[in-house]
């Protein structure tokens, strides 16, 4: 004859305790691995946006350096230099712009996108 199934109430308090103690356990590793993995998909989505800020600043830099360098050798001539600094600089600083712009909503992953905040909401709500 089969034996019965294994019924909860046969348990000792230590038996309980001790599984209490290993659901808690287990309990507090998955939450840590919740955290760590929404840390890292933060930082990943981020740091491309930092590459692009970085990237931005320095032909924002360049531009100025370009504009100066142009009024520089305009006035020294007068002439053509003046505009073709003012050219290299706008074209830099516009690219620059966007770059920063985009840099900048890089950064916001930093603080989570909407579906992410939708699933951390769904899963504080599960039982």
Aim: no cysteine; net charge negative.
């Amino acid at each position: 004859m089969d034996s019965p199934a294994h019924d909860p109430r046969d348990e000792g308090i230590s038996d309980l305790v001790s599984r209490l103690l290993e659901d808690g356990r287990a309990y507090a590793r998955a939450e840590l691995d919740l955290v760590k993995q929404i840390a890292r998909h933060r930082a990943d989505r981020a740091r491309n946006g930092l590459i692009a800020l970085a990237a931005g600043a320095v032909l924002l830099l360049s531009s100025l350096t370009a504009l100066i360098l142009g009024l520089v050798l305009g006035l020294a001539v007068l002439i053509g230099p003046v505009l073709a600094g003012i050219a290299i600089a706008a074209a830099l600083a516009g690219i620059g712009y966007l770059l920063v712009r985009i840099g900048l909503g890089g950064l916001r992953a930093l603080s989570g996108d909407e579906e992410e905040k939708q699933a951390i909401a769904r899963g504080e709500t599960m039982p």
